[in-house]
């Protein structure tokens, strides 16, 4: 459900403070032509990724789930030259609309969608040595969100980001009864996140013109205080 009122906010806020991008509408109207689902980040959550990828002071950002391309153009607008951001995307069709968009919004040296199941890009990523990424947006199936978690955590520096869509799914997220693969592929990330020492971790629900979700956002700790002498106390 979408309470009009919600979607009502969300183009109040985006008209006054989002510049316009023509890239970005370029992008929808090509993912909607090429009869992509509209599935994308909303305006504003894109915005956000932005700030936090500014903050942060990104230069090497990994994406799980590229659709269109249309996150991954707000977050490669965040990028310094010489930056990168990798995205990762299963479905041809979707990264070749993906490549076009961002070639249009002039990023394809900055943004390199990569075609395959995640789960064997990110092993071949690591031997590639990519990484420690500032960045990390984990955005694609969501049974298998847990597993991009452990990779997302084990590619980010210290005092990076992990930020996680689509997690509260319309409250299911607390129905410990459900059968839905996609919550459970949620709680089980949640229960994962809970249990790991080497991160901070919060939620945020959200409500807007893509209805009421949420996102975790993820922050990686510093190595507890004398980690860095333990492997030689240890000989
Ligand atoms: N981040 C995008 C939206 C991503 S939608 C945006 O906000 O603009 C989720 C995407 O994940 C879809 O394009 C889907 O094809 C892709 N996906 C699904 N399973 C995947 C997998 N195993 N590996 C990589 N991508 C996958
Ligand atoms: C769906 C996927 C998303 O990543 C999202 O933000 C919204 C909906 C979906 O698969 O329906
Ligand atoms: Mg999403």
Known sequence: ????????????????????????????AAMDAGGLPPIQVSPLQGAFLQILARAL????????????????????????HGGRLVTLEVNSHHAEVA??????????????????PA????PRLEREGFGPCDL???????????????????????????????????????DEGSVDPNVQGMRRLMDRVGAEPRVRATLIQTVGSKGYDGFSLIEVLPPPDGSADRSSQSL
Do not use: C, H
Not at 61 to 76: D, F, M, N, R
């Open 57 to 80: 002071r990104a230069t090497k950002v990994l994406e799980i789930g590229t659709l269109g391309g249309y996150s991954a153009i707000w977050l490669g607008r965040a990028l310094p």
């Open 99 to 116: 490549r076009s968009n961002v070639d249009r919004a002039g990023l394809s040296s900055v943004v390199e969608v990569r075609l395959g």
């Open 119 to 122: 789960l064997e890009s990110l």
């Open 1 to 28: 459900m979408v309470d009009e009122r919600w979607a009502e906010v969300d183009r109040y806020a985006s008209d006054l403070l989002l510049l316009p991008d023509a890239s970005l509408d370029a992008a929808v």
């Open 136 to 174: 990390v947006f984990i955005d694609a199936d969501k049974p298998n969100t847990a597993a991009y978690f452990d990779w997302a955590l084990k590619l980010t520096r210290t005092g990076g980001m992990i930020v996680v869509d689509n997690v509260v799914r319309q409250g299911q997220l607390a």
